[in-house]
């Protein structure tokens, strides 16, 4: 629900953030010079900066966490969102953290991340078409657009506006087509840039999965940004992942980064559910001949060659794209289209990969 009392003054923020103290000295986060900014957004969407030596970012996170949840209790305040940022403008490497840490979903039964190596191969509009596909085979799913600097989730699914909090000032996922859904893309213009550093990202990432009120999820599956960054080690480390999906077009150029990122997931034993060739050729739709445009192929036999599934070939049209562009999913505005019965077909082995691993979620048919 919805505080009645009006937003706090910026200066009211730092007055209570004095109460924290810096775990490295005797003075408050305020006196210390901790405390980068402090803005306050219409509703009372509190956003603070914690300004951390680059070599003490992950000391500070406990720290991070206690402002978040003590400036949250203030009148007036209805989401905290504090990010850490380091001295300087430098740009920190993050120590690992422990693999057994992870943060909790008790709504969430089982995680599944659909990732590539480079951007352009059609790994979002794979995401949503694999989410909705789950959906339609009955099961509970959820979808995290985890991209933060290149959100797509709200374009291709004709959603808009930012999200309410429920009575825990957990944000509560909109949904679409019974598809609970939560973007960054949310939250910022369409046409403004996410210019962050790297613990900024995993802060938002972690904030975007944890404190959000998802509902009964049999599947939350987690559109990763391309590459091997912030973003994808923040979800290894944190997150329960049952494995990973990874998405390339036949080409060798894609190959070679799709490859990068597989074995990237195999060093840190995630489970490589399959392999998708998106792209994988194009039907004329007037005269049906059919066109390799980015060669054919390349994809099936990188998954022969690493004895990982190959989960199946999508094809390059214009019915995909028209789709995606319009917000109405192409599994949701023909349902019978024979791309629509690829996608199927991909959940279901996906379904049948998971089951076979023994995990907690009871997939029946």
């Known amino acids: 629900m919805f505080s009645s009392s009006p937003s706090p003054k910026p200066e ?14 005797s003075h408050s986060v305020v006196e ?14 509190v956003i603070i900066t914690l300004q951390t030596p680059p070599e003490k970012v992950a000391d500070y996170e406990e ?4 402002i978040t949840d003590g400036i949250s209790l203030l009148p007036g305040v209805e989401k905290v969102l504090t990010v850490m940022t380091t001295h300087k403008g430098e740009t920190p490497t993050p120590p690992p953290l422990p693999p057994a840490v992870k943060i909790e979903l008790p709504e969430v039964q089982h995680v599944i991340a659909i990732a590539s190596g480079k951007g352009g191969v059609g790994k979002s509009l794979t995401a949503l078409n694999l989410a909705l596909a789950f959906q339609k085979l009955g099961k509970k799913t959820g979808l995290l657009d985890a991209d933060i600097y290149g959100p797509s ?3 291709m699914m004709g959603l808009g506006g930012k999200p309410k909090t429920d009575d825990q000032k957990r944000l509560i996922p909109p949904i679409k087509f019974g598809l609970q859904c939560m973007s960054m893309g949310f939250f910022v213009p369409e046409d403004m840039p996410m210019i962050w550093r790297g613990p900024m990202i995993q802060t938002a990432v972690l904030q975007l999965t944890r404190d959000v009120a998802w509902k009964d999820l049999d599947i939350l599956v987690v559109d990763l940004p391309p590459g091997t960054g912030d973003t994808q080690l923040t979800l290894i480390q944190k997150v329960p992942l049952a494995g990973v999906v990874i998405v390339s077009t036949p080409q060798d150029l894609a190959l070679i980064d799709a490859r990068k990122g597989l074995h990237m997931f195999q060093k840190l034993h995630i489970p490589i559910l399959g392999i998708i060739e998106n792209m994988s050729y194009f039907s004329c739709p007037a005269c049906h001949h059919r066109s390799e445009i980015f060669h054919h192929g390349g994809a099936h036999e990188e998954a022969r060659k690493l004895g990982i599934p190959f989960l199946g070939e999508i094809p390059l049209t214009i019915d995909l794209r028209r789709a995606s562009d319009e917000g109405l999913p192409l599994i949701e505005s023909d349902p019978h289209h024979p791309l629509s019965e690829i996608f199927l077909g991909m959940a279901k082995q996906l379904i049948h990969q998971i089951t076979q691993q023994n995990t907690k979620i009871n997939f029946n048919d």
């Open 153 to 155: 989730l709200p374009k």
């Open 63 to 66: 720290l991070r966490q206690k």
């Open 12 to 25: 009211k923020i730092i007055e209570s953030l004095k109460i924290f103290q810096d775990p490295f000295s």
């Open 32 to 45: 210390a010079g901790l405390i980068g900014s402090v803005n306050i957004e219409k509703g009372g969407r």
